[in-house]
């Protein structure tokens, strides 16, 4: 016989922002953000635990905690909204596209019961009596005390900064003309609260809701729970021989299981005092009929251990349940949907238990308000410690609100999550700087990620200076028509510090840092100058400028500038009177004459492109092929200082960016390891970031200026694949100040990748305080920008010369990649 929901429905209405059942039963409901999975240690899921364990015990008697979680089977959707979106961010859009997920929201519903409600069990359930009028009128001071007793429950839970509770408005929990609330998406299985769908629902043969088959699995029972329980269990997918990588003891029922299901979890405050009377009771039961039944014998026992742990350890007595409702809208994956809880439930050593007769009384008293019916023949005797292992305790990864980052991939699932490492950490006091210091042996996927977070920054308005040692970003460096200085025998490495670009000025810093690259060129490192000879330098200089002012069609470089030197400069220093060993201009000319016109050096400083250095966003400097040049080395290393140290100082409010890719070999001379020491230690007043690349530990080891400078100063260390340094890691990890934790989390990278996917994992560290394993997966199109295998940039230059631009030669590359498979 068909009845309609709203008249057996067992809420009376929602009030004060409370729902109020017709049993006279009071709820209030919260909604709760949990920790991120795979981020907490063995010691934070114990401190969590503690956590809820006090929580629950500030609740009053004949009071219900109700914690019901919802993962819901979704797909990333992508926003092709934005106009200004770049083609490589079109094509990430396009690539995880419908990329499935779990989709995870977390209630908790707290009810208090009138005094003198009658328990409710399968046979007295309201889902089969009519209602009846509360026994007892609500007295406002009841509701009030009930309220405070929330309230601590709520600040307990806050203080322990694991989990954020949000109180439930009326609006959220009852339903409008075009929005679901919390008690008829329940009802109606609805994933999303815009959805009006109204459905029938079944209650013979099995749940069935509308088009959806559902079944429900308990752990009501205690013959069915694990012989042992705790916070936490290892989860051997992410451990190593060294780590032991943990999750939450019900995670299993949570996160982990991959389809659309309601985790129910709930916790029950009685009479401590009437349950130990009557366990006491049935103690004294058991003990009379002891010696007619080994199994009165032993259930003795245990009620006797039962009852002393209790007094002695001031335990509180609940009782509890834990059911798993899955659902699909097809009938025949109901069999999978079983296996799945089965080896769920297998991984906590708990038994599997289908509900079938009483599935609707349990069902039924899921909706939110009605906890109070459930029926208690379905729950088992326990204390609050125990109880509280089965809650679950994570959630999936969250998004960053933040405008400035970087897309990474869930761990679990690859779905994007937008992740700030720069901003919100010192927003938040989790950092102290930007800086950064990545760390990734070859083909770990060190590239690809540092590529994708450049990339990621240059579309966000920042100025990037690249310092590579082996072509890793010509082919970004080419997609966003950026600065490319490197040096080969047909085309050498070509700069002008002499010319002064638009928004750039003549200023104590420009002079400075022209007359420190002529000492460079001039002096040897072990030699030493005068004063005379600075201010020599300082004279040649001004004047030089002031007849450039003069004359608007000298080009300013280092081939005029010579020529100032040796047919005007010199006749000054001799009206001046000014010795030879006070500045010596026929040595000076005479040491510099290789970088003048017809010299062997004479492109190096003489450019006329490229010179926009300080309103360029995108500037890379390729050393590869001079990183060991006595010359050419020190000067290029001097003029990017001046290129940097100019964005640093003259861009007000404009984000900067250096980044120095396999640096030891630079850092290796004295001078450019000064130059870092002092770059990351003022960067930040910049509004900038310095981050270092490296392979090797032993690299940034080698160098003790370096290795206080960089690793004090980078509050964000990126670590890769470090599966091959796990038998000696203690010395990584000694170096980097990483925690056991973090420790775990590394060794953990990579472990158990989904082997259908094409992605490396990294590890984050913000300050040590917050610390992540994300995936690194890009698009296609991503991947052909970003790679450097030679094969494979070869024939990405060959279709960017076919198609006229790098942007269509990879698009046609992708096509043809996708048709030839």
């Known amino acids: 016989m068909e009845k309609q929901l709203h008249e057996i429905l067992p809420i009376l209405g929602v009030e004060h922002d409370c729902i109020l059942s017709k049993q006279g039963d009071i709820t209030i409901v919260f909604r709760a953000e949990l920790p991120e999975i795979f981020t907490l240690s063995d010691q934070e899921y114990e401190a969590f635990h503690q956590a809820w364990v006090k929580a629950i015990k500030v609740l009053p008697k004949l009071s219900v905690f109700h914690k019901q979680d919802w993962f819901i089977d979704s797909k990333y959707k992508p926003d092709f909204t934005k106009d200004d979106v770049s083609f490589l961010t079109q094509s990430s859009e396009r690539f995880f596209t419908e990329r499935p997920f779990l989709d995870h929201s977390c209630y908790i519903m707290l009810t208090k019961k009138p005094t003198g409600r009658k328990l409710s069990s399968s046979l007295f359930s309201n889902l089969l009596r009519k209602s009846i009028v509360p026994e007892q009128t609500l007295k406002p001071q009841l509701l009030q005390d009930f309220l405070d007793s929330a309230g601590q429950f709520k600040r307990i839970l806050e203080d322990s900064g694991f989990v954020q509770l949000t109180r439930l408005k009326s609006d959220e929990l009852q339903s409008h003309s075009r929005k679901m609330g919390l008690i008829e998406r329940y009802c109606y299985l609805c994933e999303k609260e815009?959805?009006?769908?109204?459905?029938?629902?079944?209650?013979?043969?099995?749940?069935?809701?509308?088009?959806?088959?559902?079944?429900?699995?308990?752990?009501?029972?205690?013959?069915?729970?694990?012989?042992?329980?705790?916070?936490?269990?290892?989860?051997?997918?992410?451990?190593?021989?060294?780590?032991?990588?943990?999750?939450?003891?019900?995670?299993?029922?949570g996160q982990l299981l991959s389809c659309n299901h309601i985790y129910n979890q709930y916790i029950f405050i009685e009479d401590a005092q009437k349950t130990l009377q009557k366990?006491?009771?049935?103690?004294?039961?058991?003990?009379?009929?002891?010696?007619?039944?080994?199994?009165?014998?032993?259930?003795?026992?245990?009620?006797?251990?039962?009852?002393?742990?209790?007094?002695?350890?001031?335990?509180?007595?609940?009782?509890?349940?834990?059911?798993?409702?899955?659902?699909?809208?097809?009938?025949?994956?109901?069999?999978?949907?079983?296996?799945l809880v089965s080896s769920a439930l297998a991984q906590m050593d708990a038994a599997a238990k289908q509900e079938t007769a009483g599935a609707p009384q349990i069902w039924w008293a899921g909706i939110p308000g009605n906890e109070a019916d459930f029926p208690m023949n379905d729950t088992f005797?326990?204390?609050?410690?125990?109880?509280?292992?089965?809650?679950?305790?994570?959630?999936?990864?969250?998004?960053?609100?933040?405008?400035?980052?970087?897309?990474?991939g869930d761990r679990l699932t690859g779905k994007p999550v937008h992740v700030d490492i720069s901003d919100e950490p010192v927003k938040r006091g989790l950092c102290t700087n930007r800086n950064k210091f990545i760390l990734g042996p070859s083909g770990s996927g060190k590239s690809f990620f540092t590529n994708h977070m450049v990339r990621s920054y240059y579309e966000q308005g920042t100025h990037i200076v690249l310092v590579d040692v082996g072509h890793s970003y010509k082919g970004l460096c080419d997609m966003v028509n950026g600065y490319y200085f490197t040096y080969d025998e047909k085309n050498p490495i070509r700069f002008n510090p002499f010319y002064i670009g638009e928004g750039d000025s003549l200023d104590t810093e420009k002079r400075e840092s022209i007359k420190t690259l002529l000492l460079a060129l001039w002096k040897k490192d072990n030699e030493t100058f005068n004063r005379s000879e600075y201010v020599a330098l300082s004279n040649a200089l001004q004047l030089y400028y002031e007849k450039l002012e003069k004359n608007a069609n000298i080009f300013p470089c280092f081939n005029s500038f010579y020529d100032?030197?040796?047919?005007?400069?010199?006749?000054?220093?001799?009206?001046?009177?000014?010795?030879?060993?006070?500045?010596?201009?026929?040595?000076?000319?005479?040491?510099?004459?290789?970088?003048?016109?017809?010299?062997?050096?004479?492109?190096?400083?003489?450019?006329?492109?490229?010179?926009?250095?300080?309103?360029?966003?995108?500037?890379?400097?390729?050393?590869?092929?001079?990183?060991?040049?006595?010359?050419?080395?020190?000067?290029?290393?001097?003029?990017?200082?001046?290129?940097?140290?100019?964005?640093?100082?003259?861009?007000?409010?404009?984000?900067?960016?250096?980044?120095?890719?396999?640096?030891?070999?630079?850092?290796?001379?004295?001078?450019?390891?000064?130059?870092?020491?002092?770059?990351?230690?003022?960067?930040?007043?910049?509004?900038?970031?310095?981050?270092?690349?490296?392979?090797?530990?032993?690299?940034?080891?080698?160098?003790?200026?370096?290795?206080?400078?960089?690793?004090?100063?980078?509050?964000?260390?990126?670590?890769?694949?470090?599966?091959?340094?796990q038998n000696k890691f203690e010395q990584i990890q000694e170096l980097l100040g990483l925690t056991e934790k973090e420790k775990a989390l590394v060794l953990s990278v990579n472990k158990a990748n989904d082997p259908t996917k094409k992605y490396k994992e990294v590890f984050v560290s913000l300050g040590g305080m917050l610390s992540k394993v994300y995936r690194?997966?890009?698009?296609?199109?991503?991947?052909?920008?970003?790679?450097?295998?030679?094969?494979?940039?070869?024939?990405?230059?060959?279709?960017?010369?076919?198609?006229?631009?790098?942007?269509?030669?990879?698009?046609?590359?992708?096509?043809d990649t996708k048709t030839s498979k």
Not at 319 to 331: E, R, S
Not at 332 to 338: I, Q, R, S, T, W
Not at 602 to 629: G, P, Q, S, W
Request: aromatic share 10%.
């Open 564 to 725: 100032f030197l040796r047919d005007e400069f010199v006749e000054k220093l001799a009206t001046d009177n000014v010795k030879e060993k006070d500045f010596d201009v026929n040595n000076f000319l005479y040491v510099l004459r290789p970088y003048y016109k017809d010299g062997e050096f004479d492109y190096l400083l003489n450019a006329t492109e490229n010179l926009e250095l300080l309103t360029e966003r995108f500037i890379v400097f390729e050393l590869d092929n001079i990183k060991d040049h006595p010359i050419l080395f020190p000067v290029v290393t001097i003029i990017i200082m001046e290129v940097f140290i100019s964005k640093m100082r003259k861009l007000k409010g404009v984000r900067k960016m250096i980044l120095i890719e396999e640096a030891w070999k630079a850092i290796a001379k004295e001078g450019m390891a000064e130059y870092i020491k002092y770059l990351f230690k003022t960067v930040r007043k910049f509004f900038g970031e310095a981050i270092v690349v490296t392979q090797e530990v032993e690299d940034i080891i080698s160098s003790p200026v370096v290795k206080q400078a960089i690793i004090n100063n980078s509050d964000c260390k990126i670590l890769l694949d470090q599966s091959k340094y």
């Open 776 to 815: 690194t997966e890009v698009s296609p199109e991503e991947y052909l920008a970003y790679t450097t295998e030679e094969t494979e940039k070869v024939k990405v230059m060959q279709y960017a010369k076919k198609y006229g631009s790098i942007q269509k030669g990879i698009a046609a590359l992708t096509r």
């Open 279 to 339: 366990l006491e009771s049935k103690r004294l039961r058991l003990q009379s009929l002891s010696a007619y039944s080994r199994e009165n014998s032993i259930a003795r026992d245990a009620t006797n251990d039962f009852l002393n742990e209790a007094i002695s350890q001031q335990r509180l007595p609940v009782k509890a349940h834990f059911n798993v409702q899955v659902w699909t809208d097809k009938k025949e994956e109901l069999k999978d949907l079983k296996n």
């Open 194 to 253: 815009n959805s009006i769908v109204f459905k029938d629902i079944k209650l013979e043969n099995g749940l069935q809701v509308g088009d959806q088959y559902s079944q429900l699995y308990t752990l009501g029972d205690a013959e069915d729970l694990p012989a042992l329980c705790g916070s936490r269990i290892n989860f051997d997918r992410y451990s190593t021989d060294k780590t032991k990588f943990s999750v939450g003891f019900a995670s299993t029922l």
């Open 381 to 408: 005797d326990t204390f609050a410690e125990q109880a509280t292992c089965f809650l679950n305790l994570e959630t999936n990864y969250r998004s960053s609100l933040s405008p400035i980052g970087i897309r990474l």
